[in-house]
């Protein structure tokens, strides 16, 4: 046991010095890092199709919990992404402007089906705006037909208006409507931005909840969420990259138009100087049409370049942000890991004390002079108090404080009660057996109908090494008997191990028909009160002292002579107190004075009947 003890101190001692480690490890303050606000923004190109992939991955880490110190990340990165999102949407119109698609054959059906339903509408405009005005003018005559006819045409024109509209979406869907594809997208914008705009960022200011799981639970949300951001800090820069790309693509297409305009105008000023004039050449319609058409081409590229830039800047702001953010969730992290190992340091701690104690408590009892029993009732009890004291401070480490203290005892006692029902009665039982009149190691004892000695006394259960029936020779069976500690509430138990274990026995000799029986119930008596003198004087003592009644002190322990007439002869039955113990040695020592006395003459006695325990 000893070396288990220093083996389970030695491996706590071993956990605590690793945590301690971990404590010098996570124990650094982090500071948080700071973010620069001021920037410049701009115009950004992007496809037909705007992506708000920044603006939704701002909007989805600010819902999450979010705590003062990442509240300033959230706000920037919600800012950076409504700005890159309005970029998007006013480059997505400008493109949609000045890149008309190009329709297909579908796409031409539906346009012309879409002309021929708005020709409808206006006709019918102009039929409802005749009809009104000759209703105006008309007779009372006439009213009544041209009311009529107006109603038809009113119908007419919300027939043909919804075909126009139909016409109108499936152009839109083909491809082929820019003016309603964008005002598809403004729409798409002006929600997206009322979204944005009135989303605010709630801080979480709950108290953070005790206990190692609640730690170890608030640590892997943060994980989680550092997680989201390093992704979405990795799409940010994957996202400048590309648009990098696209920039570089664009500034050498500028380049290259730029390059071939000054060959095109170095040409044709050579060519006008060779015609002696000085002034610019002349150009058509056709070709001053071209040149407008290319010089806007070149001023829009020139945004779309100078959009480049700034969405770059933009997003290379929106990585550095999350990173930061990231950073933040990270001395976060520490910190709850330094708690949780603050937890392992108090368990181990409580662990390693535990042991000491117990060690401690041994050597103190075993230098003390108690009697054997009371050594091991106050051991027992002192060690189970120190568990149930540890196993309760360590749950509270674990689970922390509860919050509705009352209500969870009050449903866990009511659980247990029913569920452990015979485990309480057992344990309520082991307190009934640590009393003045429970049983101890070592003694003699009788629990339902089995006796034996009792070998193990624990919380729950009670081990004899079963040693059959008192009239027996009293050696072990070698069955061990486990009985659970709810007989003694629910059931009854004997004890024979008294003070001294006194217990009546009984002498049974026969003499033949003709012998004179008294001198020999005389010399009987002498021989039983010369071996029991001391034993009998020693058990009326402690009967005395143990009875609280004036009968009982009244008891004698003096031996007792019986006679009786039998067939063949006369009965002397002799009962006398001894220690169970000593009754098989006292009773052959008895034996053997008997036949001494009777000689020849000596008849073998009968099996001696069981004798009667005496009371404690």
């Known amino acids: 046991m000893k070396t288990k003890r220093k083996i389970a101190a030695i491996v706590l001692l071993a956990l605590l010095g690793a945590v301690a480690y971990g404590l010098f490890r996570t124990g650094q303050p982090a500071s948080a890092p700071t973010i620069n606000t001021e920037a410049a923004y701009g115009g950004a190109a992007q496809g037909p199709i705007v992506d708000q992939t920044p603006l939704l991955t701002a909007q989805r880490l600010a819902q999450m919990p979010t705590t003062a110190e990442e509240l300033p990340f959230a706000q920037e990165a919600l800012r950076l992404g409504d700005h890159d999102m309005d970029l998007a949407f006013a480059a997505a119109v400008r493109d949609a402007q000045e890149h008309p698609p190009v329709l297909s054959a579908e796409a031409k059906e539906i346009e012309a089906r879409l002309q021929q339903s708005e020709r409808a509408v206006e006709a019918d405009r102009a039929e409802i705006a005749r009809l009104t005005a000759a209703y105006e003018k008309a007779g009372a005559d006439k009213k009544d037909a041209l009311d009529d006819q107006l109603d038809v045409a009113k119908a007419q024109q919300e027939l043909d208006q919804d075909e126009a509209d139909d016409a109108k979406q499936d152009l839109i869907r083909a491809g082929g409507d820019p003016k309603g594809r964008i005002q598809s997208m403004v729409e798409e914008h002006e929600a997206t931005s009322h979204v944005a705009d009135t989303m605010h960022v709630s801080v979480d200011n709950s108290v953070e909840a005790q206990g190692l799981i609640h730690r170890v639970q608030r640590w892997s949300a943060l994980r989680q969420k550092q997680l ?23 500034e050498s297409q500028i380049i290259s138009g730029k390059a071939d305009a000054a060959q095109t105008n170095a040409q044709a000023t050579s060519s006008a100087a060779a015609g002696g004039s000085r002034k610019p050449p002349n150009l058509n319609r056709e070709e001053s049409t071209n040149l407008v058409k290319a010089t806007k081409l070149r001023a829009s590229e020139q945004k779309t370049l100078a959009g480049f830039g700034k969405r770059i800047d933009d997003q290379k702001q929106l990585a550095d942000v999350y990173a930061k953010w990231a950073g933040v969730l990270a001395a976060k992290q520490r910190s709850v890991i330094h708690r949780m190992l603050i937890g392992l340091v108090i368990i181990f701690g409580i662990l390693l004390v535990g042991i000491f104690f117990d060690s401690w408590l041994e050597r103190l009892l075993g230098k003390t002079s108690l009697d054997r029993r009371q050594v091991e009732t106050m051991r027992t009890v002192t060690r189970v108090a120190v568990q149930i004291c540890a196993v309760l401070f360590i749950l509270l480490v674990i689970f922390g404080p509860p919050n509705q203290l009352g209500t969870i005892l009050g449903l866990a ?42 070998v193990e006394l624990g919380m729950f259960h009670t081990v004899l090494l079963e040693t059959g029936n008192w009239t027996d020779s009293g050696h ?35 003499l033949p028909t003709g012998q004179d029986p008294y001198p020999v119930i005389d010399a009987i008596r002498k021989k039983v009160a010369e071996a029991t003198t001391e034993t009998a004087k020693q058990a009326e003592q402690e009967w005395q002292h143990a009875a609280s009644s004036r009968q009982m002190s009244a008891l004698s322990a003096a031996p007792a002579i019986n006679v009786k007439p039998v067939i063949g002869g006369v009965e002397i039955a002799v009962r006398y107190i001894t220690r169970a113990n000593e009754r098989y040695q006292l009773r052959a020592k008895l034996y053997q004075a008997a036949v001494d006395l009777l000689g020849p003459k000596a008849v073998s006695p009968p099996a001696p009947p069981a004798p009667t325990p005496s009371c404690d």
């Open 413 to 454: 006692g009511a659980g247990l009660t029913v569920a452990l029902k015979d485990f309480i009665v057992g344990f309520l039982g082991w307190f009934v057996l640590m009393g003045k009149n429970g049983i101890r190691l070592g003694d003699w004892v009788e629990i339902n109908g089995v006796t034996g000695e009792v």
């Open 476 to 510: 072990p069976t070698g069955r061990r008997v486990t009985f659970t500690n709810s007989y003694a509430i629910e059931g009854h138990y004997f004890n024979f191990s008294t003070s001294g274990q006194w217990m009546w026995d009984e002498l049974q000799v026969v």
């Open 228 to 250: 989201l951001l390093w992704h979405a800090k990795q799409d940010a820069e994957s996202l400048a990259m590309s648009l990098t790309a696209r920039h570089n693509a664009l």
